[in-house]
C-alpha cells in the first residue's frame, strides 16, 4: 500500500479512538509498519481528533526520525519493543479506554475466561507491572507478555493493542474495551462466570471452522 493511503489510515483510526472516547486531550498512540520496515506514528501532544496526514511522522526501530516534522509519540520506545518481538506485527494502538483503563487503575487484568469470541482473538487480556509513562520501564513492563498476547493492560495507565493490520489493531481495543465494561456490569450482578476447561476445549475444536482461527491452548492456559 502506498504511503498516502497508509497515512490515510492511521488518521482514520485516531479519529475512530477520538469520536468513541478511547483517548482524552492528547493521549493515546498509533503506529504502523511500512514496507521498508520504518514506522509510521502519531506525533507527541496532539490530539487524535485533530490529527491530519501531513503531521505524522516516519522513524526507524532505531528512533531516528526520517520523515515528517515533529517529535514521534513519546510511548514510541513501547511501539519499537512490540515490533522488534513481533515480525507479524505491523500495527499497534494504545488508548485509554475508560473501562479497560479503570480495571488497569485497578490493577486487575481481563483474564477470566468468559466470552468465547474474546478467547479465540485474545486470548487472556494481561495486565503488565505499573511503569512511569514514556520512559524505557513501560518497554521493560510489557515485554515478557508481548510475545504471546495481541492486547495488554497498562497498570494506572491505559491498554495496548497490536495486530497484522490496523483495522484488527483497531477492533481489537474496541475488543478490550467492550468486554471490560460488559465485566464491569456483570460484577454488580455477582460476577461473570468463567468457561470451564471443557468448554474451552471444545470452543478451541472448532474455532478454526467458526472464527477462521486457531485458540492455543498453551497460551490460555500458560
Ligand atoms: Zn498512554
Not at 450482578?189 to 471444545?202: F, I, N, P, S
Given at each position: 500500500m502506498e504511503l498516502t493511503a497508509q497515512k490515510q489510515n492511521l488518521v482514520k483510526?485516531?479519529?475512530?479512538?477520538?469520536?468513541?472516547?478511547?483517548?482524552?486531550?492528547?493521549?493515546?498512540?498509533v503506529s504502523l509498519r511500512l514496507d521498508d520496515g520504518t514506522i509510521l506514528v502519531t506525533p507527541s501532544g496532539r490530539s487524535k481528533a485533530d490529527i491530519d496526514e501531513d503531521e505524522l511522522i516516519v522513524v526507524g526501530l532505531d528512533g531516528r526520525v526520517v520523515g515528517g516534522i515533529g517529535r514521534p509519540s513519546t510511548e514510541f520506545g513501547m511501539h519499537t519493543l512490540i515490533y522488534r518481538k513481533r515480525p507479524d506485527v505491523r500495527a499497534i494502538v494504545h488508548a485509554h479506554p475508560v473501562h479497560a483503563t479503570?480495571?488497569?487503575?485497578?490493577?486487575?487484568?481481563l483474564d477470566k475466561l468468559i466470552f468465547p469470541e474474546v478467547i479465540v482473538t485474545l486470548g487472556r487480556i494481561p495486565l503488565a507491572d505499573y511503569s512511569t509513562p514514556s520512559t524505557?520501564?513501560?518497554?521493560?513492563?510489557?515485554?515478557?507478555?508481548?510475545?504471546?498476547?495481541?492486547?495488554?493492560?497498562?497498570?494506572?495507565?491505559?491498554?495496548?493493542?497490536?495486530?497484522?493490520?490496523l483495522d484488527d489493531a483497531y477492533n481489537k481495543m474496541e475488543k478490550v474495551e467492550h468486554t471490560a465494561a460488559v465485566n464491569f456490569i456483570a460484577?454488580?450482578?455477582?460476577?461473570?462466570?468463567?468457561?470451564?476447561?471443557?468448554?474451552?476445549?471444545?470452543l478451541a475444536s472448532v474455532s478454526e471452522?467458526?472464527?477462521g482461527k486457531k485458540v492455543d491452548l498453551n497460551k490460555i492456559y500458560r
Open positions: 483510526a485516531c479519529r475512530k479512538l477520538a469520536e468513541r472516547g478511547f483517548v482524552a486531550a492528547t493521549d493515546g498512540n479503570a480495571f488497569a487503575a485497578a490493577r486487575l487484568a524505557a520501564e513501560v518497554a521493560a513492563a510489557i515485554e515478557p507478555l508481548v510475545v504471546d498476547f495481541d492486547a495488554i493492560l497498562l497498570a494506572n495507565h491505559g491498554v495496548v493493542t497490536c495486530g497484522p493490520d460484577m454488580q450482578l455477582g460476577g461473570a462466570k468463567e468457561l470451564t476447561v471443557d468448554e474451552v476445549q471444545r471452522r467458526s472464527y
